[in-house]
């Protein structure tokens, strides 16, 4: 049995701890908050690109350009977004086993990975994947000017042939207690989902009035739709990230403040035992003498 300067010192130890996991749980908060804001920002933005592109694809199914090309499947570029920092319970592994179930899907096509984040490009690179490129400690804070960096390699990939698809893999962020792992198409533009119209099947609504050719408005507005789409994914993981965070922070100080009260527990039962031994000591002593 442990002695009561054992108890003690763990005591200490796991309050200390309890106090570190409790900063923790609400500096996630704190930073789950802007995050929260910054998902609610871009989502609009991102859904209605997504509607415009949709809308001209639809129109335009003569594929004229690079990234409405539809190709096979044989060479795929996987964006994998996961945190830069761990104490986020299961946040990057679920991330590791949804990369590791699309490559199971895909057994004969070349799957190359993008990745984002610290965790992700120290579990892949230690595995020997092949990695294009990787972004780390970067994700403090998202601006669209990372989405360029992380979607241009993948834009250029893309038109010059290397590749003939881009999925991305992130954690969508649904609520503080809620996020869901997204296996989403990125490129070609032609699979997002979309049927090929038919003779008076168009898309509700009018058509647009272009007031440039329309090369010129795709020339702009698809690699445009590609990083809008990378900056959405980007922010709803790092919302993720911090909810779950704070999620597996609050979970730790719970179960700290238990391990505490088993330990006092344990401390007092200790100590009752040594007075208890005394007492009869002395009575035992006391009875020798009389």
């Not at 704190?30 to 001209?56: F, S």
């Not at 190709?71 to 949804?98: E, M, P, Y």
């Not at 990125?186 to 099947?201: C, N, R, S």
Request: proline content about 4%; some cysteine; hydrophobic content about 45%.
């Amino acid at each position: 049995m442990p002695n009561l300067l054992d108890i003690r010192r763990r005591i200490r130890s796991v309050r200390n701890t309890q106090q570190i996991t409790k900063a923790m749980k609400f500096v996630a908060a704190a930073k789950l908050k802007k995050a929260q804001q910054r998902v609610m920002t871009a989502r609009p933005y991102a859904r209605r690109m997504l509607q415009l592109i949709q809308h001209l694809a639809l129109r335009h199914p003569d594929q004229s350009h690079p990234l409405l090309q539809a190709r096979g499947d044989a060479k795929i570029v996987l964006l994998v977004i996961s945190g830069d920092k761990g104490l986020c319970g299961g946040f990057n592994t679920n991330i590791f086993k949804a990369a590791y179930a699309f490559m199971d899907r895909s057994p004969g096509a070349e799957v190359v990975l993008d990745v984002v984040g610290k965790k992700a490009y120290e579990h892949f690179s230690r595995r020997k994947y092949n990695i294009l490129s990787f972004y780390v400690d970067r994700l403090s804070f998202v601006d669209l000017e990372l989405a360029q960096q992380v979607a241009a390699p993948l834009l250029e990939r893309f038109v010059s042939g290397a590749a003939d698809k881009v999925f991305l893999v992130y954690n969508q962020f649904k609520s503080a207690a809620q996020q869901d792992i997204t296996v989403e198409p990125l490129l070609p533009i032609v699979d997002l989902g979309l049927e090929p119209p038919t003779a008076g099947a168009l898309p509700a609504g009018v058509d647009y009035i272009y007031d440039q050719p329309r090369e010129a408005i795709y020339r702009d507005l698809f690699p445009q739709h590609v990083i809008t789409q990378v900056y959405r994914a980007l922010v709803e993981s790092v919302a993720s990230e911090q909810s779950a965070r704070m999620t597996a922070m609050d979970a730790a100080t719970r179960n700290a403040g238990e391990m505490i009260d088993r330990l006092i527990l344990t401390r007092n039962q200790i100590r009752q035992a040594a007075i208890t031994k005394e007492i009869i000591e002395i009575v035992g002593g006391a009875a020798a003498l009389s």
